[in-house]
């Protein structure tokens, strides 16, 4: 649109704005007084948040904006004046004495977020009310209403704000919030990302399926639109006469292929025509450390699932398999598979799986120490001895560390982008599980492989030539690890179990916790490979947790199969007090090596642009039990 079409356009935000406070400084100790890092605050930074977010976005396009909301009479709300003062924005501000102005403070050491403090209040009703006598005036010189709603109860009256918009004529644009859109009826055009969709349409497992669920609740809702934000896939908009796709705009990296993109404009700025000496030399040295892969086009490639060669190694593996299945749900038959299989019965993971070719795992160790494979456009390095009981620690740094560093400089040298299976063990015995070296020290031979190639990452972050993720997984569960063994899960053990005796088993307490109160960080391996897929267009390099960022007792998960498999709704004193729930003696060769408490810190994670919903340990061993029933239903091969 022209700028000074914007120019012309006045726009009405109203919804919950609130304050944005960040502190800012270094954070190089533990405190004597709990297991926590104390942060020395070197530097302070306020900002407009919510309502007042998009209403500054609004002016930053060039078109004016008024924003109506609800604001404390104290300091931050002061604050929040002078912001949108300076900012150009037209204030209509509410005043409410007896609430505190919504605040968001964000404390943050290096580079990473250690803590969110929220502090808000629900305003009155008296304050609501005025707002919505102040809307129907205000409604009539605006050309547009944008309502922003963040669950905080500034848009109590959003049913009768729809309905006066309409009425006068004006587009009502809505970003959701919660599960109820029946308050949004009306409306011209509500955008929700995927999670807010999914929570409320529920999950889809295609794009045909996705579709009749959007148009259904446009429908459903009387809307004209529904543009539904995509993260890494764009952006779908909606409306009776089809629909729209918009591929994300991301940036074209590296030397190789930009002389040859097709793309004109980049997002570093360079715009002058490929093939041209002003745009090649520059560009070249914008670009020297980063990847030669176009992530637009490797984007469109991914949502197409064609025409593309993925390495997987650990494919016949409990997360290599599930990583497999997953390229192949998403349309990728092209998947070429890496692994040992000396172990035999590992073949059963991989006979699901649809591949191209399969390497045996020293013949493609010493085929990419030569340099005699064909190239990939990604690779899914989930290979490893993740036996945490392992004391070879000669087989263990051959098999852990040089092979991925082997594997590592091969990527770097053909710019393939590099996904790579990490560890929680990195951390030992830390309480604080942030992606940083102060906070890492691991127990034994199998976290320190992990650990010292990490740190082989770290040294190389600033001349990478391709993207390379680190997943540190934590306590991951779930489907096609029935080989394991005694490195199985604590879920999958306990199926077994229950089959057999009608019974589970835990350990008793230790380190100062209660019978079955260690706690872990618990991850379905539905949310890993959800995780690791998302890096593989994300265009993203760094050491990544990849837990559910919640600790919870193994007491939850021994309940929880329990329920499961019994039908039952017991309490966990109850299953106790049955006999179903067992406390054995907690193992000598464990002491000193054992995690008993880990939750993984999703900071980084969700900074680099994950938005996924991940299972509680009592959704994921909920349905990780249905599939242990209907794929092992007597327990016998288990």
Not at 331 to 353: H, R
Request: charged share 25%; aromatic share 10%; proline share 3%.
């Amino acid at each position: 649109m022209d700028s000074s079409v914007l120019a012309a356009k006045r726009v009405l935000v109203v919804g919950d704005c609130m304050l944005d406070q960040y502190w800012f400084g270094d954070a190089e100790r533990i405190s004597p007084e709990a297991p926590v890092p104390v942060v020395r605050v070197l530097r302070t930074d306020a900002r407009l948040g919510g309502a007042a977010n998009v209403a500054l976005n609004i002016t930053t396009l060039g078109a004016k904006a008024a924003l109506m909301s609800v604001a404390g009479e104290d300091e931050a709300g002061h604050t929040l004046r002078s912001l949108l003062e300076a900012s150009g924005i037209e204030s209509l501000l509410q005043t409410d004495s007896s609430i505190k102005t919504t605040v968001k403070l964000r404390i943050i050491a290096r580079q990473q977020q250690m803590l969110r403090a929220d502090f808000e209040d629900a305003p009155t009703r008296e304050v609501l009310a005025a707002i919505l006598g102040s809307f129907n005036d205000q409604i009539e010189r605006s050309d547009a209403v944008v309502l922003s709603d963040y669950g905080k109860g500034g848009l109590n009256h959003i049913r009768q704000m729809i309905e006066h918009a309409r009425q006068v004529g004006v587009p009502v644009l809505i970003d959701p919030k919660g599960s109820d859109y029946s308050r949004y009826k009306g409306a011209t055009l509500i955008t929700p990302n995927r999670a807010e969709l999914a929570m409320v349409t529920g999950c889809w497992s295609s794009e045909e399926e996705l579709r009749n669920k959007a148009q259904r609740l446009r429908e459903e809702l009387d809307l004209k639109a529904l543009l539904l934000t995509r993260s890494e896939e764009g952006m779908t908009f909606y409306t009776a006469d089809g629909e729209l796709t918009v591929p994300a705009q991301a940036r074209c990296f590296g030397r190789r292929r930009h002389r040859d993109c097709r793309h004109r404009r980049h997002a570093c700025g360079r715009g002058r025509p490929a093939g041209s000496r002003t745009h090649r030399q520059p560009r070249r040295r914008h670009c020297r450390r980063q990847t030669r892969y176009c992530f637009r086009e490797l984007q469109r490639t991914f949502r197409r699932g064609t025409i593309m060669s993925i390495l997987v190694t650990g494919a016949a593996g409990f997360i290599g398999c599930n990583n497999v299945l997953e390229l192949n749900r998403r349309g990728f038959k092209d998947v070429i598979a890496v692994d040992n299989l000396t172990k035999s019965e590992k073949f059963l993971n991989l006979a699901k799986c649809s591949i191209s070719d399969y390497f045996d795992k020293n013949d493609f160790i010493e085929r990419v120490r030569r340099d005699e494979l064909p190239v990939p456009e990604v690779i899914f390095h989930q290979g490893a001895c993740s036996d945490t009981m392992e004391t070879d620690g000669r087989y263990m740094m051959e098999n852990n560390y040089r092979y991925t560093l082997d594997l590592f400089h091969w990527a770097q040298k053909h710019r393939i982008p590099f996904i790579y299976a990490s560890s929680a063990a990195t951390y030992g015995a830390s309480q604080v599980f942030v992606e940083d070296v102060a906070y890492e020290g691991p127990l034994n031979v199998y976290g320190y492989s992990k650990y010292l190639f990490d740190q082989v990452v770290r040294a190389n972050m600033k001349s990478l030539t391709a993207p390379v993720a680190g997943m540190r997984y934590f306590n991951v569960y779930g489907p096609h690890e029935q080989h394991k063994g005694r490195m199985a899960s604590v879920a999958f053990h306990q199926y077994s179990q229950f089959k057999k005796e009608g019974r589970v088993k835990l350990f008793e307490g230790c380190l100062g916790y209660g019978n079955g109160c260690q706690m872990r960080d618990f991850v379905f391996v539905e949310d890993v490979i959800d995780i690791a897929m998302y890096f593989m267009t994300a265009g993203k390099s760094g050491i990544f947790n990849c837990g559910s960022g919640r600790a919870q007792p193994f007491n939850d998960v021994a309940l929880t199969v329990v329920n499961s498999l019994s039908g039952t709704d017991y309490t966990l004193e109850e299953a106790v007090s049955k006999g179903l729930i067992e406390y054995i003696p907690f193992p000598e060769a464990l002491k000193g090596k054992y995690q008993a408490y880990t939750q993984a810190d999703l900071t980084n994670l969700r900074a680099a642009g994950y938005e996924g919903e991940l299972h509680t340990v009592q959704q994921g061993t909920a349905k990780y039990m249905q599939y242990l029933s209907e794929t092992y239903p007597t327990g016998e091969r288990v």
